[in-house]
């Protein structure tokens, strides 16, 4: 088996999705800390790419699953060497079906009680894991497992001078800004578009200007046309209107953002800016942001008590609850008030 002292090349296997490749981003910086001079590789997919494509000392090989099969064959022929370390970050199937194409001495997954869909049958190793932890936190175990010391989550994103002066046209700076990410991967985890806009509302009555932003997809751009006409302020539309990099540099300028169980909320917690989480599906203790979790406005474990009459340390870890409505539960002075706790407690002047 090859020592922790004598790692010299490193892949990493995360493909997606957003949020979890930011958690991840902690835990590779952490190690290229260590390991100064490991070559690390990074399998991603392509969207995730877009984002973390210039992380530095890092090589990405693009994972595109549109592909299907010849996908795989596309990775055997470009990750021809042999590995040190791979460490094999996702539980999927199709992230599984690449390991068996990644060559690597010790091949390090997640620990059993955190295994799905194959993943034992591609490792050799198993991180020792909390029984509850954080997507971060399961992202440590890996760093730790090659003597990477304990640490802080920090993050280093370069964002260009270009995105930075782009993300600074879309506000007034003489103004704290409030971006919305209303948006999830599925619709059932968005809140109501008019409860969005009574908080866009309340913030401009605090003195706040109000972004909008999320991707180009049909789902996103109805909600935030609902959203905007349901306000009767002026909110800045950004939905569908910027590359990944630029909303990241959009939500390092923000003073707050508001955001579902969706990738932007982690893009922020990156940049440091204060996230109010709104979650119902699944439990913010393992999905949340990270740094925010104090933040998160929830009624995921008052729905998980009501469907599986357990808590969330008595069922399996991660379990998520079921309903199209269940974002209906969550009240707009509930998020007032965490709107009003996050303004107080960072110190955000506004008119």
Same mark, same amino acid.
């Given at each position: ?11 990493? $296997? ?8 930011? /958690? ?7 190690? !290229? ?38 996908? #795989? ?38 620990? =059993? ?20 932890? /954080? ?5 440590? %175990? ?15 994103? =370069?964002?260009?001078?270009? &995105? ?25 985890? @968005? ?10 509302? #309340?913030?401009? &009555? ?16 109805? $909600? ?8 009767? @302020? ?13 909303? $990241?540099?959009?939500?390092?300028? %923000? ?22 989480? $709104? #979650?119902?599906?699944?439990? =913010?203790?393992?999905?949340? =942001? ?10 995921? /474990?008052? /729905?998980?008590?009501?469907? #599986?009459?357990?808590?969330?340390? !008595? ?9 199209? @409505?269940?974002?209906? &539960?969550?009240?707009? &002075? ?18």
């Amino acid at each position: 088996m090859t020592s922790s002292q004598t790692i010299q090349s490193i892949c990493i $296997l995360r493909l997606s999705a957003i949020g979890d490749v930011c /958690h991840a981003v902690a835990s590779v910086q952490a190690i !290229q800390k260590r390991y100064p001079n490991a070559r690390i590789t990074w399998v991603i997919g392509k969207i995730e790419a877009m984002l973390l494509k210039d992380l530095p000392g890092v090589r990405f090989v693009i994972f595109d699953k549109k592909q299907g099969w010849a996908a #795989y064959r596309q990775l055997k022929k470009d990750l021809p060497e042999q590995f040190d370390v791979l460490l094999h970050m996702q539980v999927a199937l199709r992230a599984n079906i690449a390991a068996f194409f990644i060559k690597a001495r010790r091949k390090i997954g997640f620990a =059993p009680h955190l295994s799905k869909e194959l993943h034992s049958l591609v490792i050799n190793e198993s991180c020792e894991a909390e029984s509850q932890p /954080h997507v971060l936190e399961g992202f440590q %175990a890996f760093a730790k497992v090659i003597d990477v010391p304990d640490f802080e989550p920090e993050w280093f994103i =370069p964002v260009s001078a270009a &995105d930075s002066d782009w993300a600074k046209r879309q506000y007034d700076a003489a103004k704290p800004v409030l971006v919305i990410a209303p948006a999830a991967s599925k619709a059932e985890r @968005n809140w109501l578009a008019e409860r969005y806009a009574q908080i866009a509302d #309340y913030a401009f &009555d605090k003195g706040f200007q109000v972004i909008l932003s999320g991707g180009p997809t049909k789902m996103e751009k109805q $909600l935030a046309a609902e959203i905007i006409q349901a306000s009767q @302020n002026e909110i800045k539309d950004c939905v569908g209107q910027s590359s990944l990099k630029q909303l $990241l540099a959009l939500l390092a300028q %923000a003073d707050i953002v508001i955001a579902p169980d969706t990738g932007p909320a982690h893009m922020a917690i990156t940049q440091g800016t204060p996230v109010i989480g $709104l #979650y119902a599906h699944s439990n =913010p203790a393992r999905t949340g =942001p990270y740094t925010c979790q104090h933040y998160v406005v929830e009624v995921y /474990h008052q /729905h998980l008590k009501a469907q #599986y009459e357990k808590t969330a340390e !008595q069922l399996k870890w991660g379990t998520r609850v079921k309903g199209e @409505n269940l974002m209906a &539960d969550i009240s707009t &002075d509930a998020v007032k008030a965490m709107f009003d706790r996050v303004v107080e407690e960072r110190g955000i002047l506004s008119e």
